[in-house]
């Protein structure tokens, strides 16, 4: 690539950011939340770790990857200390050691079994790790996540896990046009942090939003949203399954 295209490219993600930026902002303000209430993970998984300098650069911090081994190379090529890298893919239980090695947050835990594995391999010289439910709000048998009532047994087990910190709940919901019934969803996941945030008040991250339904994630009181085709643009290999 020669500088000059170069040069450009790094303009076209500072913008994209820019805009989920503005995006981001103006859905708080419909919504009548407060300004920068709700944070951006850059989605950067199958994007090439030229692209994540790009948002480096631009001063984005937190980025989000779904699959271990491509993340793993990523963040040592980029030994930024200042990098906040979230975990948001499938986790086997083969793969939980360098995901508690390598990544400051987990969003995608859904049983105690991988709770246990990444609370025994997180290092003891590192801070413990930030931990996200995974929550299936959809009640479908094919899509991953936490059944909701098998939610507080598993924050219990978090909570009391010395190398976690519980930091909330994240979802993915089932793909629909319908904007009522994603709202609906999404506020039945609200209800139930706010529920566990009494219990638990080192609960403060409710992770639900995609390019597609920024808005009603917002709405519906999420205080994080994850984007990646409206940052780094759309995927040659396809999103994780559920
Ligand atoms: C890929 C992915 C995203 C980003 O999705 P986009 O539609 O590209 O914004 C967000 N969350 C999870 C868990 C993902 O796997």
Redesign the pocket.
Known sequence: MTPQLSDNYMVTIAERLKSAYARIALAEKKAQKPAQSVSL?A?S?TKPVQLIIDAYEAGHRKF?E?YVQEAVDKIKQLPHRDIEWHF??PIQSNKTKPIAENFSWV??VERIKIADRLNKQRPNNLLPLNVLIQVNISNDAAKSGCPVEEVSELAEFIAQSRQLTLRGL?T?PAQTDNEAELIASFSQLRACFDTLKTQYPSMDTLSMG???DVEAAITAGSTMV???????GA?DYP??QH
């Not at 994850?226 to 780094?232: E, Q």
């Open positions: 993970l989605v998984k989000g779904s948001i893919g969003q995608s994240m993915i995609m390019s597609g994850r984007i990646g085709t409206d940052i780094f995927r999103t994780q």
